[in-house]
C-alpha cells in the first residue's frame, strides 16, 4: 500500500489527543511495516503514543521518556481503519504524504 499519511501528521495528533494507536496500525497508513514505521526517531513523548498491540505500550522505552498520560484513554486504535476513521474525525482528513 502507498503511503496515504504523514506520519508527522499522525504522531502530532495522537500525541495532542493523548491517544494511542498500534505499530501496524501507523505502519499501514504510511507504508511501511510495523518492525520500521518508526525506525530512527527518538524515543520521546511524540512518539510514545504508537504502542505493541499486545502490550499497549511503547517498544523498548526508558521510563522518563513515555508520557504520564500514556494510559489516559483505554482504547487503542488498532487497525487502519479505525486510525484513518480517527484522524478524519480530528480533522486529518485529507491524506497527505508531505
Sequence with gaps: MPPVFSLK??????ARHHQRAT?????????????TVLQGCPRD???C??????????????????HPALEE??????TADELAAW?????L?????A
Design 9 to 14: 501528521a499522525i504522531l502530532q495528533l495522537l
Design 23 to 35: 505499530y501496524g496500525a501507523v505502519a499501514d497508513l504510511v507504508g511501511r511495516t510495523p518492525r
Design 45 to 47: 513523548f511524540l512518539h
Design 49 to 66: 503514543w504508537v504502542v505493541n498491540q499486545d502490550t499497549g505500550e511503547p517498544t523498548s522505552y526508558p521510563q522518563g521518556m513515555v
Design 73 to 78: 484513554h483505554a482504547g487503542i486504535l488498532g
Design 87 to 91: 484522524l478524519a474525525a480530528h480533522g
Design 93 to 97: 482528513g485529507d491524506r497527505t504524504t
